[in-house]
């Protein structure tokens, strides 16, 4: 049974930095696609960061360019995103979130190549 559990989220004013972690077990390494997503009560979930972990080039929404920082440790089946110039409209709820890429096409592209989830982890920046 795959299970991601993340971990890392908590509270930080304007400016600063907070550091997210996702543990990935039961997958056999076939999580090829792995990723953050991120959600505000009422609104739509966003895709913020993901990558393809044969390929290792990050993807970042325009939203968090230049600031978070995806990495992956494949020794450790573990995914991190480091967030810094924390902004308060970053307030919401982080999930992690794997799969497997199809056959064909650019890898970890469509959203619905990710297939598992985490909980999900609390990030709430203040002014």
């Known amino acids: 049974e795959v299970q991601l559990v993340e971990s890392g989220g908590g509270s930080t004013q304007a400016g600063g930095s907070l550091r997210l972690s996702c543990a990935a077990t039961g997958h056999g390494g076939s999580l090829l696609c792995m990723g953050w997503f991120r959600q505000v009560p009422g609104q739509g979930r966003e895709r913020i960061a993901w990558?393809?972990?044969?390929?290792?080039?990050?993807n970042y929404a325009d939203s968090v360019k230049g600031r978070f920082t995806l990495s992956h440790d494949g020794f450790k089946n573990t995914l991190y995103l480091q967030m810094n110039s924390l902004k308060p409209e970053d307030t919401a709820m982080y999930y992690c979130?794997?799969?497997?890429?199809?056959?064909?096409?650019?890898?970890?592209?469509?959203?619905?190549?990710?297939?598992?989830w985490g909980q999900g982890t609390q990030a709430t920046v203040s002014a």
């Open positions: 990558l393809y972990t044969l390929g290792r080039t990050p």
């Open positions: 979130a794997a799969g497997q890429p199809r056959i064909g096409g650019v890898p970890c592209r469509p959203e619905d190549e990710f297939q598992f």
